[in-house]
T-cell receptor
Framework: DAGVTQSPTHLIKTRGQQVTLRCSPKSGHDTVSWYQQALGQGPQFIFQYYEEEERQRGNFPDRFSGHQFPNYSSELNVNALLLGDSALYLC??????????FGPGTRLTVT | QKEVEQNSGPLSVPEGAIASLNCTYSDRVSQSFFWYRQYSGKSPELIMSIYSNGDKEDGRFTAQLNKASQYVSLLIRDSQPSDSATYLC????????????FGAGTRLFVKA
């Protein structure tokens, strides 16, 4: 049973660029949430997708956007990257928003 | 006041001892509570979920919830060096798609 997968594992971008991160949920899960985790902090909720719609959003600017596809996979897009966007980006999947299981994460470094 | 508060630690316990990790939350309508373990450089791993007042046991782990005191804890019995990690407390306000708020985590060291 495949767990949550994310790609890429690591990414280095320059300020002002745009980035797309990808996530495939655990088999049988229909809900995907994205989190940002800075060093030494807990994960911060960015948004959640269910039935291809953004169901709830955390305190992140519009530069952060996402999408969910019919197969439940999801993308996180970040535009106009800032140095402060450097973090571990985590995708978590669940069934109907219940217990969440995390993928391995994407480490984004903005220079 | 932070929405979910944890002592950052580090909490150091000897091998075989009981480790007690605590968490308080501010939103009284919170319904779902979770403990995650995160090893350095890895992603969080779900250990326990608890939804009603009282204790819930799973192997060496016991989660305790007291909604009146807005307090949730995790006990790890017979602590092992492999339990050394950061433990994250997470709280969700309602059922369904409402966002989950994480604490900053407590670092646990189990000394052999």
């Amino acid at each position: 049973d495949a767990g949550v997968t994310q790609s890429p594992t690591h990414l280095i971008k320059t300020r002002g660029q745009q980035v797309t991160l990808r996530c495939s949920p655990k088999s049988g899960h229909d809900t995907v949430s994205w989190y940002q985790q800075a060093l030494g902090q807990g994960p911060q909720f960015i948004f959640q997708y269910y039935e291809e719609e953004e169901r709830q959003r955390g305190n992140f600017p519009d530069r952060f956007s996402g999408h969910q596809f019919p197969n439940y996979s999801s993308e996180l897009n970040v535009n106009a990257l800032l140095l402060g966007d450097s973090a571990l980006y985590l995708c978590a999947s669940s069934l109907m928003g219940a217990e969440q299981y995390f993928g391995p994460g994407t480490r984004l470094t903005v220079t | 006041q932070k929405e979910v508060e944890q002592n950052s630690g580090p909490l150091s316990v000897p091998e075989g001892a009981i480790a007690s990790l605590n968490c308080t939350y501010s939103d009284r309508v919170s319904q779902s509570f979770f403990w995650y373990r995160q090893y350095s450089g890895k992603s969080p791993e779900l250990i326990m979920s608890i939804y009603s007042n009282g204790d819930k046991e799973d192997g060496r782990f016991t989660a305790q919830l007291n909604k009146a005191s807005q307090y949730v804890s995790l006990l790890i019995r017979d602590s092992q060096p492999s339990d050394s990690a950061t433990y994250l407390c997470a709280v969700r306000g309602n059922t369904g798609g409402f966002k989950t708020i994480f604490g900053a985590g407590t670092r646990l060291f189990v000394k052999a």
